[in-house]
C-alpha cells in the first residue's frame, strides 16, 4: 500500500510528515486567496528541510467557492481525497481531535472512504486516514518538539492564515488556533503580523464557548480559555 499526504503547508499535515516517516506529499494549488503563500511557504520549509519533497499540482479555482471568515470549502477533503487516491492507496489528511469541519471528522473519512472505493477501479482498495484523531494541535507541536531537531523554526514557517497577506496575518480563525498552541507550548508568537492576543473575535470565542458547551471539545475549551486568560481578557 502506497501511502500520500496531502500536504496543505499547515502544522497538521507537516508534522504528519515527520510522524508518518516522511511519505510521498502532493500539494493542490486549489487557487484560493491564500494559494501563493502557501506555494511560498512549500519553498521555504524545503529551504530548512531538504528531504521535504512534494508534487505540486495546479487545481481548479475552487477559491471562488470560500465561504466566511473561515475561508471554507464545501467538500473541499473529498476533492482532494480523490486527487490523492491517482497517487497512492491510503490517502493521509491530516484531521485533529478538536476539528469542527463537516467533511474533517472520523465518520467523514469513513462515508468518503466508501465512496471513493466503489467508483474505482477494480482491486484498488483506498484508504482515508488521518494520525491525530486523539491528539490536539497543541499535543502535535509537543510531539514535534520531541521527536524533531529544529522544529520551534520549522513551525514557525509553515502557514495557518486565511489572508491574503504574506505570512501570518494574526487576524483570522487559523492564526489564533495556531497562536493559542504555540502558546500552550511556550512557543513565541511575535512572528504574527498584527498582536494576536489583541485579536478581535477572541471575546466572541469566549462567549461562544461559554454558551455553546459542545462547539469544541472539552480540551480546546480548557487550552483556549486558559491562554485567553494569559493573554488578559476575562474569561
Known sequence: MVDVLMFSCGIDSLSAWFYLNKPKCVYVDMKTKYSEKEKQCIKDLQKIIPDLKIKIIEGIDL???E?????FIPHRNLILAAIGSIYGDRIIIAGIEDDCVEDKSPKAFEVMENCLNV???PGKEIQLYSPFWNMSKSEIIKWMIKNVDNAEEILRTSISCYSIEDGQCGRCPSCLRKAIAFEKNKIDINFFNNDIRRYSLINQYIQNMKI??????QK???ESMEVFKKWGWKT
Open 67 to 71: 465561504v466566511g471568515e473561515k475561508a
Open 212 to 217: 455553546n458547551k459542545n462547539l469544541y471539545t
Open 220 to 222: 480546546r475549551r480548557k
Open 119 to 121: 467508483i474505482s477501479k
Open 63 to 65: 477559491g471562488q467557492f
